[in-house]
């Protein structure tokens, strides 16, 4: 079958568009029943495949197999419950199903027609539990437009896209509109680039269509590297053809013919999924020669990344998709003058393109309708950490940090108290309580020392040692290193070794000072995005949290109990039972008690391995400083250097 | 090859020593075990050929030929670099150039299961260190390192991208989310039975 | 211009990369630098435009045009973007209209002075007694920065010395990682041996699998060397061993010394660029203790003879054309590894100072009485390869090599400073005779062209036996690239080219193997020839004079100077080489000259070490046609 116009898209749709109807909640009367089994990478590694391998051998015994069917679906962003499973009709949604709960699920809610009320999501403030994924807080308070097709279709099924009006937008702009009506549209909506720096994505395109040289070409940046962040793996997995359509209509616009998805080969689920969905699109014709009977051809090559975080930056992206070291390039030339094989090249993240189709379906003006003054439209996040409901979720640009830990994230795990957000990554800083009720946007998070960069947010309680998660990040980025300039191979190497002497109680208060004058060079001088924003953990964790680093240095302590040298390791003598289990879990004797004594830990023989911490039935064991920290407020000013096109998409 | 000056031990006079001679081989009737790896070694080059033949006509597939080659020999070797080098008529400094750049290309042989412990930020901040601690202290090896009995390499990875099932140990394909110290013990004995049984069976 | 009279005038087309077009039109732009509004052409980047402006910005991993990375981040300076000062590599920003620029601000200086800092937290930093110390260019930039002390202090990196060779040294331990090595390496030679290996902080530029340089397809040329900021690449040094042969009493030291060293020597010692110091480098050589200071440009006389008549006589019976020059030992091992099919065509004449090295030892050691195993022969070279040459088996009798020491100019500048001379002070002494005999034909064997326009003026007459009235052939000096031309010969035209650095050699060698026809071509391994070999002195200053095509020009014109002022210009009316031949070589060609002026060559391939030769056979696809194997010459016992 191919697709050749208008009108046989839109066949296609008519034939698919009863089974998305009913799951958009619509009571069709198809009399068929649908599961949608979560296929992300979480539930698969929760063992919903073979959920859905147990599901449908269960059908098949019960005879059931004419009247439901199981599909696999993208990610529901709920991951901390999965695997996940919703049944249509009812929008019935069961998490945290087990393979052992299949026969159970089909005797009862497909053969008895009742609901397995034990596997439903249960509310942990009020103990209630939700039958309708409609009524469940972390979905309600959301608004997902990039995320609009995962968990609704099956991502291995092109026509499913297509009966999601996929692939419309494309035959109409392909048809009927001219590249710089569409580009128009575009810089209207407010886009900004989704992976870094938010360069606006309608300049970027006008950039490259703007170049007088052939061929150019289309690049979509699915190197996600920042440690936390998984939005772009989900949409590549849940609904990897928006980001070819969005190709194709960049492709349109600019002028190229071929694309490039660059994917790390760290995601096989996603890069199993694009390979699917490419190969899908060529047969029908959706990509190749003469799309809708037009004169436009396009297509697109995968290629692999290797392991190498520094190649988010374009211009090392761009190295890597030759085949090269992912070293990047001083700019100018900006890559949309010289990019691949020295030709105009237009590179945007996932999630970027993922938002195109829509705007351009729903028009700029509704899309501008979301967000704040500068950035317009949803951002997708992905919560992790110290967090209750860790997963991926969707606001409009604007959203308070205080909404989406608090509310859609259900608030920090233990009931320990929030202390900190990492957002963007190695790139990005800690947001500290007081920031708690800024709205989020670039702006925003640049002026207090972070960057939207491409959406992780990891949660951290008061159980984290902030200078500890700086050396954290410094080692990560130092070891992400190219290694071409000298402030990212070497700077960042002594930065890290700083950061370590103060983490192992060697640091001095001089050090300090160093650090952060290093710390302000190697911003200021590095090559590229990895370098120029590799301090910002360090500097906003200076800025906002000195006095951690001020009791490591002065006092010898980690408040926060992580720093194992510093660990100071006491007994509550009001908690203490007496039970001698942690006299006998210490491996060098130097816990010592009596019955119905308090024991006693001598701190010249602990070796602060912390097993008696672990074994303490009445956690009377503390860890952490011992003292009170004084500290006279003496913050730096930074904000990250030059303009917007100095920084990566990283 | 290149002759090599060498200082005699007796006279301290320097000479020059052509080192062709290490290079001669040495015909000698080959066992059946030596054979087989021969022939085992001549499949996989055939196997390489074919990818090489497959990506070499578009541009820049380096990349993508070394993930092929690495998933036939397991590693890449010297040998299978300058291979590929001479193949593809590139450059054999650039071809480790590109191997050396990138983390998920291994110039080590490998154990049989790779255990991967993700040091993302999310499985670090839920103590994906203790994790690693437990493996190290399990297999008595350190992180890079394969166990004596070439049946276990211990890395630490990047994100996985399983950040909501932090911390998350991956052995081979397998994702094991939210795991302890305890359960790494488990799984190790687990990939051991496996083994055990494999062998056996040999 | 006079031309030869000979028709046709000779069709001259340079190609050739990486150097400037003269008649390039230049536009002009204006720009703001410090505060000053200044003129640049358009195309230039920040670094050249300040620095027509009189502005030095200091810089460790730019070489114009080879080198343009923005990589060190020492030539940091601060560009007004938008209103907002951002910094930026000057080595890689286009300067233009109207820009504004900051290269001295608080700002830029303190964070050049931590780069610099950084630089030095991870360098061996063992300036008094290493072999770059005072013309090294990270001392320079230290000291012109008033480095005092180094903030910044960690772990050092601790790498083995790679020194198996017998020409360069590597030390990784004091590489900065400019990679003006591997940029030298690969964009202008063309050899690519170097590639950064490993990344971030552990990154090195090294050799594949970071092996010595004798164990990869390196052609030894030492461009590398030249082109190091610091002492991380050195030539293999021998200064040692050459005094301890003058201190022997046992031994009789000769010493040759190549055309280059002439015009190259005085430059170490602050005369200017293309100054002729042959007189004093004459007498500083006698007064280090040489018993007899002998001229390569002896044999390059004599190479000439015998190449004139192997051309004449491959071109008589079309055999092996095109002649390829054998001089340079950088391409010859270039061909050896890169173009194996071609090592039939490679002249089979030794490079004049192998020549030099062989005739030193029996027609010399028995005119003298001498016995050879007491000779010693020194040769003081522009070269690195010479060094690898020298070592190679075929290049002597039994254990008795040809030449024992080859010292490149930097290590003869090295021993006269040890010796206390002042270059200044010495008179101008003549060579010793015979072998210090020379016509100006084998001066000009020095730079690129030189070897072609000396074979071609005694050709002419071996086969016309007339004289050529014009001996200057313009057409075929010149720094292009690559330049080819038709001269007449034996009634007829053959078409010659010229190729100088392995990268245009490469262009050349393709379009041979493209089946296209040449009958002389010459070959030089070094950008320039041997003015600008990998042996010359380096200065360590910003100017990188060591690498730049104008200053190997002037070097070059100062060889045409002495060739100008000899009485004698061509090989064959070199009086002492007649009587060479009389006395006892007998004839070109002949028995005697076959055996201690020829020599043969060794396909190495690209992969020396790697042998795919088995799997290759049973399943190779696409495998390259099979070339007959390498036949060797004859007279070799």
């Given at each position: 079958?191919?697709?050749?116009?208008?009108?046989?898209?839109?066949?296609v749709?008519?034939?698919?568009?009863?089974?998305?109807?009913?799951?958009?909640?619509?009571?069709?009367?198809?009399?068929?029943?649908?599961?949608?089994?979560?296929?992300?990478?979480?539930?698969?590694?929760?063992?919903?495949?073979?959920?859905?391998?147990?599901?449908?051998?269960?059908?098949?015994?019960?005879?059931?197999?004419?009247?439901?069917?199981?599909?696999?679906?993208?990610?529901?962003?709920?991951?901390?419950?999965?695997p996940?499973?919703m049944?249509?009709?009812?929008?019935?949604?069961?998490?945290?199903?087990?393979?052992?709960?299949?026969?159970?699920?089909?005797?009862?809610?497909?053969?008895?027609?009742?609901?397995?009320?034990?596997?439903?999501?249960?509310?942990?403030?009020?103990?209630?539990?939700?039958?309708?994924?409609?009524?469940?807080?972390?979905?309600?308070?959301?608004?997902?437009?990039?995320?609009?097709?995962?968990?609704?279709?099956?991502?291995?099924?092109?026509?499913?896209?297509?009966?999601?009006?996929?692939?419309?937008?494309?035959?109409?702009?392909?048809?009927?509109?001219?590249?710089?009506?569409?580009?128009?549209?575009?810089?209207?909506?407010?886009?900004?680039?989704?992976?870094?720096?938010?360069?606006?994505?309608?300049?970027?395109?006008?950039?490259?269509?703007?170049?007088?040289?052939?061929?150019?070409?289309?690049v979509c940046?699915?190197?996600?590297?920042?440690?936390?962040?998984?939005?772009?793996?989900?949409?590549l997995?849940?609904?990897?053809?928006?980001?070819?359509?969005?190709?194709?209509?960049?492709a349109?616009?600019?002028?190229?013919?071929?694309?490039?998805?660059?994917?790390?080969?760290?995601?096989p689920?996603?890069?199993?999924?694009?390979?699917?969905?490419i190969?899908?699109?060529?047969?029908?014709?959706?990509?190749?020669?003469?799309?809708?009977?037009?004169d436009?051809?396009?297509?697109?090559?995968l290629r692999?990344?290797?392991?190498?975080?520094?190649?988010?930056?374009?211009?090392?992206?761009?190295?890597?998709?030759?085949?090269?070291?992912?070293?990047?390039r001083?700019?100018?030339?900006?890559?949309?003058?010289?990019?691949?094989?020295?030709?105009?090249?237009?590179?945007?993240?996932?999630?970027?393109?993922?938002?195109?189709?829509?705007?351009?379906?729903?028009?700029?003006?509704?899309?501008?309708?979301?967000?704040?003054?500068?950035?317009?439209?949803?951002?997708?996040?992905?919560?992790?950490?110290?967090?209750?409901?860790?997963?991926?979720?969707?606001?409009?640009?604007?959203?308070?940090?205080?909404?989406?830990?608090?509310?859609?994230?259900?608030?920090?795990?233990?009931g320990r108290?929030?202390?900190?957000?990492?957002?963007?990554?190695?790139?990005?800083?800690?947001?500290?309580?007081?920031?708690?009720?800024l709205?989020?946007?670039?702006?925003?998070?640049k002026?207090?020392?972070?960057?939207?960069?491409s959406?992780?947010?990891i949660?951290?309680?008061?159980?984290?040692?902030?200078?500890?998660?700086?050396?954290?990040?410094?080692?990560f980025?130092?070891?992400?290193?190219?290694?071409?300039?000298?402030?990212?191979?070497?700077?960042?190497?002594?930065?890290?070794?700083?950061?370590?002497?103060?983490?192992?109680?060697?640091?001095?208060?001089?050090?300090?000072?160093?650090l952060?004058?290093?710390?302000?060079?190697?911003?200021?001088?590095?090559?590229?995005?990895?370098?120029?924003?590799?301090?910002?953990?360090?500097?906003?964790?200076?800025?906002?949290?000195?006095?951690?680093?001020?009791?490591?240095?002065?006092?010898?302590?980690?408040?926060?109990?992580?720093?194992?040298?510093?660990?100071?390791?006491?007994?509550?003598?009001?908690?203490?039972?007496?039970?001698?289990?942690?006299?006998?879990?210490?491996?060098?004797?130097?816990?010592?008690?009596?019955?119905?004594?308090?024991?006693?830990?001598?701190?010249?023989?602990?070796?602060?391995?912390?097993?008696?911490?672990?074994?303490?039935?009445?956690?009377a064991?503390?860890?952490?400083?011992?003292?009170?920290?004084?500290?006279?407020?003496k913050?730096?000013?930074?904000?990250?250097?030059?303009?917007?096109?100095?920084?990566?998409?990283? | 090859?290149?002759?090599?000056?060498?200082?005699?031990?007796?006279?301290?006079e320097?000479?020059?020593?052509?080192?062709?001679?290490?290079?001669?081989?040495?015909?000698?009737?080959k066992?059946?075990?030596?054979?087989?790896?021969?022939?085992?070694?001549?499949?996989?080059?055939?196997?390489?050929?074919?990818?090489?033949?497959?990506?070499s006509?578009?541009?820049?597939?380096?990349?993508?030929?070394?993930?092929?080659?690495?998933?036939?020999?397991?590693?890449?070797?010297?040998?299978?670099?300058?291979?590929?080098?001479?193949?593809?008529e590139?450059?054999?400094?650039?071809v480790?150039?590109?191997?050396?750049?990138?983390?998920?290309?291994?110039?080590?042989?490998?154990?049989?299961?790779t255990?991967?412990?993700?040091?993302?930020?999310?499985?670090?901040?839920?103590?994906?260190?203790?994790?690693?601690?437990?493996?190290?202290?399990?297999?008595?090896?350190?992180?890079?390192?394969?166990?004596?009995?070439?049946?276990?390499?211990?890395?630490?990875t990047?994100?996985?991208?399983?950040?909501?099932?932090?911390?998350?140990?991956?052995?081979?394909?397998?994702?094991?989310?939210?795991?302890g110290?305890?359960?790494?013990?488990?799984?190790?004995?687990?990939?051991?039975?496996?083994?055990?049984?494999?062998?056996?069976?040999? | 211009?006079?031309?030869?009279?000979?028709?046709?005038a000779?069709?001259?087309?340079?190609?050739?990369?990486?150097?400037?077009?003269?008649?390039?039109?230049?536009?002009?732009?204006?720009?703001?630098?410090?505060?000053?509004?200044?003129?640049?052409?358009?195309?230039?980047?920040?670094?050249?435009?300040?620095?027509?402006?009189?502005?030095?910005?200091?810089?460790?991993?730019?070489?114009?045009?080879?080198?343009?990375?923005?990589?060190?981040?020492?030539?940091?300076?601060?560009?007004?973007?938008?209103?907002?000062?951002?910094?930026?590599?000057?080595?890689?920003?286009?300067?233009?209209?109207?820009?504004?620029?900051?290269?001295?601000?608080?700002?830029?200086?303190?964070?050049?002075k931590?780069?610099?800092?950084?630089?030095?937290?991870?360098?061996?930093?063992?300036?008094?007694?290493?072999?770059?110390?005072?013309?090294?260019?990270?001392?320079?930039?230290?000291?012109?920065?008033?480095?005092?002390?180094?903030?910044?202090?960690?772990e050092?990196?601790?790498l083995?010395?790679?020194n198996?060779?017998?020409?360069?040294?590597?030390?990784?331990?004091?590489?900065?990682?400019?990679?003006?090595?591997?940029?030298?390496?690969?964009?202008?030679?063309?050899?690519?041996?170097?590639?950064?290996?490993?990344r971030?902080?552990?990154?090195?530029?090294?050799?594949?699998?970071?092996?010595?340089?004798?164990r990869?397809?390196?052609?030894?040329?030492?461009q590398?060397?030249i082109?190091?900021?610091?002492?991380?690449?050195?030539?293999?040094?021998?200064?040692?061993?050459?005094?301890?042969?003058?201190?022997?009493?046992?031994?009789?030291?000769?010493v040759?010394?190549?055309p280059?060293?002439?015009?190259?020597?005085?430059?170490?010692?602050?005369?200017?660029?293309?100054?002729?110091?042959?007189?004093?480098?004459?007498?500083?050589?006698?007064?280090?203790?040489?018993?007899?200071?002998?001229?390569?440009?002896?044999?390059?006389?004599?190479?000439?003879?015998?190449?004139?008549?192997?051309?004449?006589?491959?071109?008589?019976?079309?055999?092996?054309?095109?002649?390829?020059?054998?001089?340079?030992?950088?391409?010859?091992?270039?061909?050896?590894?890169?173009?194996?099919?071609?090592l039939?065509?490679?002249?089979t004449?030794?490079?004049?100072?192998?020549?030099?090295?062989?005739?030193?030892?029996?027609?010399?050691?028995?005119?003298?009485?001498?016995e050879?195993?007491?000779?010693?022969?020194?040769?003081?070279?522009?070269?690195?390869?010479?060094?690898?040459?020298?070592?190679?088996?075929?290049?002597?009798?039994?254990?008795?090599?040809?030449?024992?020491?080859v010292?490149?100019?930097?290590?003869?500048?090295?021993?006269?400073?040890?010796?206390?001379?002042?270059?200044?002070?010495?008179?101008?002494?003549?060579y010793?005779?015979?072998?210090?005999?020379?016509?100006?034909?084998?001066?000009?064997?020095?730079?690129?062209?030189?070897?072609?326009?000396?074979?071609?003026?005694?050709?002419?007459?071996?086969?016309?036996?007339?004289?050529?009235?014009?001996?200057?052939?313009?057409?075929?000096?010149?720094?292009?690239?690559?330049?080819?031309?038709?001269?007449?010969?034996?009634?007829?035209?053959?078409?010659?080219?010229?190729?100088h650095g392995?990268?245009?050699?490469?262009?050349?060698?393709?379009?041979?193997?493209?089946?296209?026809?040449?009958?002389?071509?010459?070959?030089?391994?070094?950008?320039?020839?041997?003015?600008g070999?990998?042996?010359?002195?380096?200065?360590?200053?910003?100017?990188?004079?060591?690498?730049?095509?104008?200053?190997?020009?002037?070097?070059?014109?100062?060889?045409?100077?002495?060739?100008?002022?000899?009485?004698?210009?061509?090989a064959?009316?070199?009086?002492?080489?007649?009587?060479?031949?009389?006395?006892?070589?007998?004839?070109?060609?002949?028995?005697?000259?076959?055996?201690?002026?020829?020599?043969?060559?060794?396909?190495?391939?690209?992969?020396?070490?790697?042998?795919?030769g088995?799997?290759?056979?049973?399943?190779?696809?696409?495998?390259?046609?099979?070339?007959?194997?390498?036949?060797?010459?004859?007279?070799?016992?």
């Amino acid at each position: 079958m191919k697709v050749r116009n208008i009108e046989e898209l839109k066949a296609v749709k008519e034939k698919y568009y009863p089974l998305i109807k009913q799951r958009l909640g619509y009571r069709n009367g198809l009399g068929l029943t649908q599961i949608m089994i979560c296929s992300g990478t979480a539930c698969s590694s929760s063992e919903s495949q073979i959920i859905r391998q147990e599901l449908e051998q269960e059908l098949d015994k019960h005879g059931l197999k004419e009247h439901v069917r199981v599909f696999k679906t993208g990610c529901f962003g709920f991951c901390q419950h999965g695997p996940i499973i919703m049944v249509h009709p009812g929008e019935i949604f069961y998490c945290l199903v087990k393979p052992e709960d299949v026969k159970e699920l089909v005797q009862t809610h497909l053969v008895k027609g009742q609901l397995v009320e034990r596997l439903l999501f249960r509310d942990e403030n009020t103990g209630i539990r939700t039958p309708s994924i409609d009524d469940i807080h972390f979905f309600k308070a959301q608004k997902r437009i990039v995320l609009r097709n995962c968990g609704e279709i099956n991502p291995e099924e092109i026509e499913e896209y297509i009966a999601r009006d996929g692939y419309f937008t494309l035959a109409d702009i392909i048809l009927r509109k001219q590249p710089g009506e569409v580009i128009d549209i575009i810089k209207k909506s407010g886009l900004r680039g989704r992976g870094g720096a938010g360069f606006s994505t309608g300049r970027k395109w006008e950039m490259t269509a703007a170049q007088d040289v052939t061929p150019k070409y289309v690049v979509c940046n699915a190197d996600e590297g920042d440690p936390g962040a998984f939005m772009d793996r989900s949409i590549l997995e849940g609904d990897p053809h928006s980001v070819l359509e969005a190709m194709a209509i960049a492709a349109y616009c600019i002028g190229a013919n071929q694309g490039y998805i660059y994917v790390r080969a760290e995601y096989p689920v996603a890069v199993d999924r694009l390979e699917i969905a490419i190969e899908q699109a060529r047969e029908i014709g959706l990509l190749g020669k003469g799309l809708f009977g037009s004169d436009f051809d396009f297509d697109i090559g995968l290629r692999y990344g290797a392991g190498a975080f520094v190649c988010g930056e374009e211009t090392a992206l761009l190295q890597s998709v030759m085949g090269q070291r992912g070293e990047p390039r001083p700019r100018p030339p900006y890559p949309a003058q010289e990019g691949l094989w020295g030709k105009p090249t237009l590179i945007n993240n996932v999630e970027t393109f993922a938002n195109i189709p829509v705007i351009l379906r729903a028009g700029w003006e509704r899309y501008r309708g979301y967000g704040t003054a500068g950035s317009k439209g949803t951002k997708v996040f992905s919560l992790a950490g110290k967090i209750k409901n860790t997963g991926l979720i969707e606001v409009p640009m604007g959203t308070s940090l205080r909404t989406i830990v608090f509310d859609i994230g259900g608030g920090i795990t233990g009931g320990r108290r929030y202390k900190a957000v990492q957002t963007g990554g190695p790139s990005g800083g800690c947001i500290p309580e007081k920031f708690l009720d800024l709205p989020i946007d670039y702006e925003n998070l640049k002026e207090i020392g972070s960057i939207m960069g491409s959406g992780g947010m990891i949660v951290m309680s008061e159980d984290n040692c902030m200078v500890d998660l700086a050396r954290f990040y410094l080692e990560f980025t130092q070891d992400e290193s190219c290694g071409r300039c000298t402030p990212c191979r070497v700077g960042t190497k002594r930065m890290l070794e700083i950061l370590k002497r103060i983490t192992e109680g060697q640091g001095e208060m001089e050090d300090l000072e160093v650090l952060e004058e290093l710390s302000f060079d190697v911003r200021d001088a590095s090559l590229c995005g990895l370098g120029q924003t590799a301090p910002n953990p360090v500097l906003s964790t200076l800025r906002y949290f000195k006095d951690e680093y001020i009791a490591h240095v002065r006092d010898k302590t980690c408040p926060a109990g992580v720093c194992k040298a510093l660990l100071d390791l006491r007994i509550d003598e009001e908690k203490c039972i007496a039970c001698g289990l942690c006299a006998k879990a210490c491996a060098v004797g130097a816990i010592s008690g009596a019955p119905k004594q308090p024991y006693r830990i001598d701190p010249e023989k602990c070796v602060k391995c912390a097993a008696c911490f672990a074994k303490c039935p009445k956690k009377a064991i503390l860890k952490g400083a011992g003292r009170e920290v004084i500290v006279d407020e003496k913050t730096g000013i930074f904000a990250g250097a030059g303009g917007p096109e100095n920084r990566a998409t990283l | 090859m290149e002759p090599e000056i060498v200082k005699r031990q007796e006279t301290g006079e320097k000479d020059y020593v052509n080192r062709e001679q290490d290079n001669v081989a040495i015909r000698i009737k080959k066992p059946a075990a030596v054979k087989e790896a021969d022939n085992k070694r001549e499949r996989r080059y055939k196997d390489l050929d074919h990818v090489i033949e497959q990506y070499s006509r578009e541009p820049g597939q380096l990349i993508r030929i070394l993930h092929k080659a690495q998933d036939i020999f397991g590693y890449l070797p010297e040998d299978v670099q300058a291979y590929i080098a001479e193949k593809t008529e590139t450059p054999v400094s650039e071809v480790n150039g590109v191997v050396t750049f990138y983390s998920l290309f291994s110039t080590e042989p490998k154990g049989k299961c790779t255990l991967k412990v993700c040091m993302g930020t999310a499985c670090y901040v839920k103590g994906a260190q203790e994790i690693m601690d437990a493996i190290k202290e399990h297999l008595k090896v350190d992180e890079g390192e394969t166990t004596a009995d070439k049946l276990f390499t211990v890395k630490s990875t990047r994100c996985v991208g399983a950040c909501g099932l932090a911390p998350v140990l991956v052995a081979n394909d397998d994702v094991y989310g939210e795991a302890g110290a305890k359960d790494v013990v488990k799984i190790i004995h687990e990939y051991r039975k496996g083994e055990k049984i494999e062998s056996s069976e040999h | 211009m006079k031309k030869p009279e000979f028709s046709p005038a000779p069709v001259v087309r340079k190609t050739g990369q990486l150097y400037d077009n003269p008649e390039k039109v230049v536009q002009k732009i204006k720009l703001t630098i410090d505060g000053r509004e200044v003129e640049a052409d358009k195309g230039m980047n920040i670094l050249e435009a300040a620095h027509a402006a009189g502005i030095e910005i200091p810089s460790l991993c730019y070489l114009r045009h080879i080198n343009e990375i923005g990589s060190c981040r020492v030539c940091l300076v601060e560009v007004e973007i938008g209103g907002i000062r951002t910094l930026q590599a000057s080595c890689a920003y286009p300067a233009t209209e109207g820009l504004v620029i900051h290269t001295a601000s608080p700002r830029v200086r303190r964070v050049r002075k931590t780069m610099v800092e950084l630089l030095l937290s991870d360098h061996h930093r063992e300036c008094t007694t290493c072999i770059r110390n005072l013309n090294c260019e990270l001392q320079n930039i230290a000291d012109n920065l008033g480095i005092r002390n180094i903030k910044y202090t960690g772990e050092m990196k601790e790498l083995p010395i790679q020194n198996k060779n017998s020409f360069i040294v590597r030390d990784y331990n004091k590489c900065i990682k400019c990679r003006r090595c591997e940029a030298i390496c690969s964009k202008v030679q063309e050899v690519n041996v170097y590639s950064a290996i490993n990344r971030g902080y552990d990154t090195v530029i090294a050799p594949a699998f970071m092996q010595d340089l004798s164990r990869v397809a390196c052609i030894t040329c030492g461009q590398c060397v030249i082109a190091c900021p610091t002492a991380s690449l050195t030539e293999k040094e021998c200064v040692d061993s050459v005094w301890e042969a003058l201190e022997d009493p046992d031994k009789y030291v000769v010493v040759q010394t190549a055309p280059s060293i002439q015009v190259t020597l005085g430059e170490v010692f602050g005369y200017p660029v293309g100054t002729v110091v042959t007189g004093k480098l004459v007498a500083a050589l006698r007064r280090l203790g040489f018993d007899k200071v002998f001229s390569t440009d002896f044999t390059a006389d004599l190479t000439i003879m015998e190449e004139a008549h192997e051309l004449l006589e491959r071109l008589e019976k079309h055999d092996r054309l095109p002649l390829l020059s054998s001089c340079s030992p950088g391409w010859v091992k270039f061909a050896e590894h890169f173009y194996p099919e071609f090592l039939e065509s490679l002249s089979t004449c030794k490079s004049p100072h192998e020549m030099f090295g062989a005739l030193t030892k029996t027609y010399f050691a028995e005119k003298e009485g001498l016995e050879p195993e007491k000779i010693v022969v020194v040769a003081i070279m522009p070269c690195t390869a010479k060094k690898f040459e020298a070592s190679r088996p075929e290049m002597g009798t039994g254990s008795m090599k040809d030449v024992d020491w080859v010292l490149t100019t930097r290590e003869l500048a090295r021993m006269i400073r040890q010796a206390g001379l002042n270059f200044h002070d010495l008179p101008d002494e003549d060579y010793d005779t015979p072998m210090g005999i020379s016509s100006g034909a084998g001066a000009i064997f020095g730079s690129t062209g030189g070897v072609i326009e000396a074979a071609v003026r005694t050709a002419y007459y071996l086969s016309s036996g007339q004289e050529l009235d014009v001996l200057d052939y313009e057409e075929l000096r010149g720094f292009s690239g690559l330049k080819e031309a038709w001269v007449e010969l034996k009634g007829r035209p053959i078409k010659v080219a010229i190729a100088h650095g392995t990268g245009n050699a490469r262009i050349l060698m393709d379009r041979l193997k493209a089946g296209e026809q040449f009958d002389y071509v010459e070959i030089m391994a070094c950008p320039g020839g041997c003015v600008g070999g990998g042996g010359q002195p380096v200065f360590g200053t910003r100017e990188h004079k060591e690498i730049s095509l104008d200053y190997r020009h002037n070097r070059a014109d100062a060889l045409d100077r002495i060739d100008y002022s000899k009485k004698l210009r061509r090989a064959h009316e070199n009086p002492a080489v007649k009587k060479i031949y009389e006395d006892f070589l007998g004839r070109p060609l002949g028995d005697m000259s076959k055996k201690l002026l020829h020599t043969y060559y060794t396909p190495r391939g690209v992969l020396p070490g790697f042998n795919f030769g088995e799997l290759k056979g049973s399943h190779d696809g696409h495998n390259k046609e099979n070339k007959p194997p390498y036949r060797q010459p004859e007279f070799i016992g």
